[in-house]
């Protein structure tokens, strides 16, 4: 279960040199995505700044910055104390490899406009909070944009707090805010600095399954191949979408 994770020795500069000293194929792929989705809905709704929140932020910078452009503020969001300190000491100042991120997302001109300030206004919006997942329930409706990738999936081997998760982020939007999540699909755990970690077995149809009930417009694409990243998964799930504006 996820209160039996060691999450305070989760390694994260491991996990960063693991997975994010360059950009993986999927990687962009999952950011073109996220980039698009995000994009078109503000083109359209462009008045209307949005208070984000990237849940499980963990060692991953890429889902704040999609949100930068349309952000008053940005909650970065992480049970694990490493991570908490990391998350801190790249709202300052973060680290040159995120910027090769920054060009995938700066090749749609929405991001493109704020390239030149992007450190300064992340560092002056974003706030990182160490928190559990599971408390969001009590802050529903708070934020207006969204982001989790890779984390509900990868809190327990459980299904239920699989289920629990996805719905406690979703609850934690206010209707019709947009959102993309992100899954690894059919993980058997993971391996941080020596450490297990573990993962509950998710298909693309379980996620569309999990999340349709408090989203509308919701999209599921798989990407990426079997251990493309690592060893023990089948493929990426990006679920993008709104939360639905009938649904308390």
Known sequence: MNADAPWDRFDT?????QHYMRVSDVDAEIISVVRDHFADHFSRNPDRPARGIDVGAG????PALAMLPWCEQITLLDRSWNNYCYLEEQRHAYDHEWDQFW??????QAYAAVRGERKERFRDIVR???NDLFNLIDRQRHWSMGTMFFVAESLSTSHEQFQHGVECFLRALAPGAPFAAAFMEHSQGYEVGGQRFPACDVSESQVYDCM???AGKLETHHL???DEVRAGYTGMIVACGFRDLGIS
């Open 128 to 130: 990182v909070e160490q």
């Open 103 to 108: 060009a995938i997302l700066s090749r749609h």
């Open 212 to 214: 349709a009930g408090l």
């Open 224 to 226: 990426g191949r079997p």
């Open 59 to 62: 060692a991953n910078l890429y």
């Open 13 to 17: 500069r491991a996990y960063i040199e």
